[in-house]
């Protein structure tokens, strides 16, 4: 059984939003703590779907192990916990992202983001072309046990909020630590830093690769949310989404990438409901609305406030300097 009316929706877009945060803070560890300027995070996104896709295929009847059907998926009649799925959709985007830093993170930054861009659309046509992997232009189904639960959305929300605790946790206790000093040491001079004795390359790969597993869990999510995916849902622009997000929030701050996060949330669903208000207002342009306002929001913060809601002020005045 599922939710219904409002109820449905708020569980939806909080799970939503729950996703972004995720995504928010695997790019901060990148962009915020490191200084990479990385605009590939669509497909890191699509390759965690893909992979949990492709790992829930049902190879035999879902297996009750335990008395919790909800934790397992069929990877060819072999049970595989849920969380093993999520597991193994970083994996891969961790291996893909070591293949991918080896010849771009030695880079300048604008090349960086050049080839990362580059790297997203590729992989999007991948994505698109090899319908022997991921059924192509119509898209792949997700074997999801979660929909045999009473509460299927509520559930997935619960599961999603824990995997963005422990993920903030984890980059929290990253950034608190020597490692990541050292990786705000890059950010703020890599030439320095490596006056200093650090290996530059390997901190930077490291920084990429943890933060593009993150962006690889947060897409095993959205498989599951979504029970069919597509190369559409992983486009370019919902990479500037989670940029915008960073930027809003506070690039360097977890806890801005979040909130960024949030605020993202209501810019792109918020629109909608103006024609409620407006009569004269159809839905579909109170929808297209949303851009506008993204675009009149990003300028505001960029102009006012440009380190973000819990950004390091001290550190902007430092870089325009």
């Known amino acids: 059984m599922a939710l219904s009316g409002p109820a449905a929706f708020l569980v939806s877009m909080l799970t939503l939003g729950g996703i972004y945060a995720i995504l928010a803070i695997g790019l901060n560890i990148q962009w915020g703590q490191t200084g990479l300027f990385n605009i590939s995070v669509a497909a890191f996104w699509g390759i965690g779907a893909y992979t949990a896709a492709l790992v829930s295929k049902v190879g035999g009847e879902t297996a009750f192990s335990w008395g919790l059907p909800f934790l397992w998926v069929d990877v060819v009649g072999f049970p595989i916990p849920i969380p093993v799925a999520v597991i193994l959709a970083a994996i891969v985007s961790g291996v893909v992202a070591v293949l991918i830093g080896i010849p771009t993170l030695r880079l300048r930054t604008d090349y960086l983001a050049i080839a990362s861009l580059g790297l997203a659309e590729t992989i999007r046509l991948i994505f698109l072309n090899e319908g022997w992997l991921t059924g192509g232009g119509t898209?792949?189904?997700?074997?999801?046990?979660?929909?045999?639960?009473?509460?299927?959305?509520?559930?997935?929300?619960?599961?999603?909020?824990?995997?963005?605790?422990?993920?903030?946790?984890?980059?929290?206790?990253?950034?608190?630590?020597?490692?990541?000093?050292?990786?705000?040491?890059?950010?703020?001079?890599?030439?320095?830093?490596?006056?200093?004795?650090?290996?530059?390359?390997?901190?930077?790969?490291?920084?990429?690769?943890?933060?593009?597993?993150?962006?690889?869990?947060?897409?095993?999510?959205?498989?599951?949310?979504?029970?069919?995916?597509?190369?559409?849902?992983?486009?370019?622009?919902?990479?500037?989404?989670?940029?915008?997000?960073?930027?809003?929030?506070?690039?360097?701050?977890?806890?801005?990438?979040?909130?960024?996060?949030?605020?993202?949330?209501v810019l792109l669903e918020g629109p909608r409901f103006l024609s409620d208000f407006l009569p004269g207002l159809s839905g579909s342009v109170a929808a297209d609305l949303r851009f506008l306002l993204i675009g009149l929001v990003l300028m505001l913060v960029v102009t006012y406030r440009p380190q973000g809601f819990l950004g390091d002020k001290q550190l902007m005045t430092e870089d325009n300097t």
């Open 139 to 265: 898209g792949s189904t997700v074997s999801n046990p979660l929909v045999d639960l009473q509460y299927t959305n509520l559930t997935l929300l619960v599961i999603t909020l824990v995997v963005l605790g422990i993920v903030y946790w984890l980059a929290e206790t990253g950034v608190q630590s020597p490692w990541g000093r050292a990786l705000e040491a890059i950010r703020d001079d890599e030439e320095v830093a490596q006056a200093l004795g650090k290996n530059t390359f390997s901190l930077k790969m490291q920084a990429f690769v943890i933060g593009s597993m993150i962006m690889g869990v947060a897409g095993a999510l959205t498989a599951l949310r979504l029970n069919y995916i597509t190369p559409f849902e992983f486009i370019p622009e919902f990479t500037f989404y989670v940029w915008i997000a960073v930027i809003v929030g506070g690039s360097g701050s977890n806890r801005g990438a979040i909130i960024g996060a949030g605020f993202l949330m």
